[in-house]
């Protein structure tokens, strides 16, 4: 019943001090790495737009951010804590874009964040906690320069659409293990552990939810609000990944439903198995009651007991015994008892 564990995704090389990655594009090209302190000279440069992940920066990297491209000390200090709900926030003309990420550890979901700033020509994320490599987003972006050339809001959608995907492969082996359960209990009582299995996987699934729930919102804000990092182009972008986490949120409360019913049958599958073997022991006591009943008659020590001095009374005896509990053994058998 137990899925094997996952280890967490590695994350790209990442140096001493948090960087991930630094290039700048034109036209959908990387034509530089950068250093985080050439940051701002690149992005003032006309057509050109700054990519920038961090994974755990410190604090003196995320200053050295700030000071680049002018981001609010507010959303700072929310990248640099960190444990935010997902939740989108403008600060003038730059976005702050919070989301969580999730991924399958040891069996349990182990929940890391993304947090996302926005602006005229730059995207700069922040990864904290289990999360999975954005390498892969960077070279999806990087073989299709005609896409990356939309700019850095394409690029965001890009981000927010891998991280929807990603809950999948997660929900998907949560699945395969609450089939089994579902195949598991409906033929027999399950035991301790695996009822507290059932419990951490409902309240996984829980958690999950109300993770992902307002990034529904944060999208929901994305595909229509007049924001102006966003083209009006990209917002059918948006709205696909509106659908895909309102699907995600279908498919969770469908698990959790059916985890539920695989607790309450498993508890039915339980009585009923306590029922049948209070059957069979009913059955097997009536049907001994009958000879027990008359050896204890014809037992006890009365000298008047006409019947001990019958030549045949023993035969009889053993044969109202037999026929007794033949015919209580064919009825109860009958019955379904047996």
């Known amino acids: 019943m137990n899925v094997p564990p996952r280890p967490i995704s590695p994350a790209e090389p990442v140096s001493a001090d948090g960087v991930v990655a630094a290039g700048a594009y034109v036209d959908g090209r990387r034509v530089a790495n ?10 003032a440069k006309p ?9 755990e920066p410190d604090m003196a990297l995320l200053t050295a951010v700030q000071k680049q491209f002018d981001l609010h000390e507010l959303a700072i200090e929310d990248a640099n804590h960190a444990h935010q709900r997902p939740k989108i926030e403008q600060y003038g003309e730059a976005l702050f874009i919070v989301a ?30 289990a999360s999975t490599s954005y390498t892969t987003v960077r070279e999806r972006c990087e073989s299709c320069p005609r896409a990356l050339a939309r700019g850095e809001d394409y690029i965001l959608y890009a981000i927010l659409d891998f991280i929807v995907d990603n809950y999948s492969p997660v929900l998907e082996s949560i699945h395969e293990e609450v089939e089994e359960i579902e195949d598991y209990v409906l033929s027999h009582a399950i035991t301790k552990e695996q009822i507290e299995r059932l419990y951490m996987l409902r309240r996984d699934l829980l958690r999950l939810r109300n993770a992902i729930g307002p990034l529904v919102e944060v999208c929901r804000r994305l595909e229509h609000d007049e924001l102006s990092m966003v083209r009006p182009t990209m917002q059918p972008l948006f709205r696909d990944v509106t659908d895909h986490v309102r699907n995600i949120q279908e498919r969770i409360d469908s698990m959790r439903e059916v985890l539920a019913f695989a607790f309450e049958a498993s508890l039915l599958v339980g009585q009923a198995q306590e029922t049948a073997v209070s059957k069979k022991l009913a059955s097997w006591l009536a049907i001994l009651a009958i000879p027990t009943a008359l050896a204890g008659i014809y037992g006890m020590n009365f000298k008047n007991m006409p019947e001990l001095q019958w030549e045949y009374g023993y035969y009889v005896l053993l044969s109202v015994m037999a026929i007794s509990c033949a015919a209580l053994y064919v009825r109860f058998r009958r019955a379904g008892w047996l």
């Open 100 to 129: 969580r990420t999730a991924q399958l550890a040891e069996g349990r979901i182990a929940f890391g964040e993304t947090h996302i700033f926005i602006g005229d020509g730059y995207l700069v994320t922040v990864r904290h906690g």
């Open 47 to 55: 057509g050109h737009v700054v990519w920038i992940g961090l994974h």
């Open 34 to 43: 950068i250093a985080i302190s050439e940051a701002s000279s690149w992005r």
